[in-house]
Structure formats: structure tokens, C-alpha cells
């Protein structure tokens, strides 16, 4: 996968953010949130791209383990027979990611609202550590998805 940009510049400015106070963080949030949505949404583009090149039997594997939530959010293996074992296994390793990835970017994000509810330094840094962090994940969730869509 190659660098985006718009990643390159969300992590400079999470990582000056470490060190930021109160005040700068409060006087540089809209900016921060704009180019993290910018990064998120180059990251949901890029996997969108990938995903697209799937053979048509993984994107049925991903979409049926995507649609198989259950009322307690488990996942369930109804019907998993219907695919081959290892397109599912594929299939599975990567919706994995994918869930962890949107885990963490939704748990960087309540992190940075509720710093900016306390005024909390050290959430807005801890939000930004989190953020740095789903962007690695976001990124190693696509190149899996882009190793099984070489393995055509």
C-alpha cells in the first residue's frame, strides 16, 4: 500500500498534538477533526479500491460474514458452508481487521469528544495516540485485502 497524503498529514499533526496544552488543542480542533476525517476517508477509499478487485466469491464471503451480526453483535456461522473454506477463511481474517480498525477509530474519536468535554489534556493526547494507532491498523487491514486480492 502507498502512503496517502492525507495520512501522512493527519499523523504530523496528531503527533505535534502530543505535545500540545489545552489551549492549543481547543484553538486547533476543528482543524485536527477536518484532517482526520480527510485521513479516515483516503483510508475508506483505498480499502474500497482493493476491496474492489475481489474475486466475486470473497466478496460474497466478506458481505455474507458482514451480514450475519446477530442481536448480541456476535457472528454467526449460518450458511458459511456455502463458500469455500479457505475464501472464507480470507474472508474472515480480513472482516476481522476491518471491525477491530472501526473499534478503535470510534474509541479515538469518543476519546477526543470526551477530553474536549473535561478539558482534558491528557485525553486529547490520549485521543491522538489512539487515532496513530487506528491509522496502522487501517493500513495493515488493507494491505490483507489487498494480499487476498493478489491471490486471485
Do not use: C
Request: hydrophobic fraction near 40%; proline fraction near 1%; charged fraction near 40%.
Amino acid at each position: 500500500m502507498r502512503k496517502l497524503e492525507a495520512v501522512e498529514d493527519a499523523r504530523a499533526i496528531m503527533t505535534k498534538g502530543l505535545d500540545w496544552g489545552v489551549f492549543k488543542w481547543l484553538m486547533e480542533k476543528p482543524k485536527v477533526r477536518k484532517i482526520a476525517d480527510r485521513a479516515t476517508e483516503a483510508l475508506n477509499d483505498a480499502e474500497d479500491k482493493v476491496k474492489a478487485t475481489w474475486t466475486d466469491d470473497l466478496k460474497r464471503a466478506y458481505n455474507h460474514l458482514a451480514t450475519q451480526a446477530t442481536a448480541n453483535g456476535k457472528k454467526t456461522a449460518k450458511d458459511a458452508g456455502k463458500f469455500a473454506p479457505d475464501v472464507l477463511e480470507t474472508a474472515r481474517k480480513i472482516f476481522e481487521a476491518d471491525e477491530e480498525t472501526e473499534t478503535m477509530r470510534l474509541d479515538a474519536e469518543d476519546t477526543f469528544a470526551e477530553g474536549e468535554r473535561k478539558l482534558s489534556v491528557a485525553m486529547a493526547r490520549e485521543g491522538a495516540q489512539k487515532a496513530l494507532a487506528t491509522y496502522d491498523l487501517h493500513e495493515k487491514a488493507i494491505r490483507k485485502a489487498e494480499a487476498a486480492a493478489k491471490a486471485k
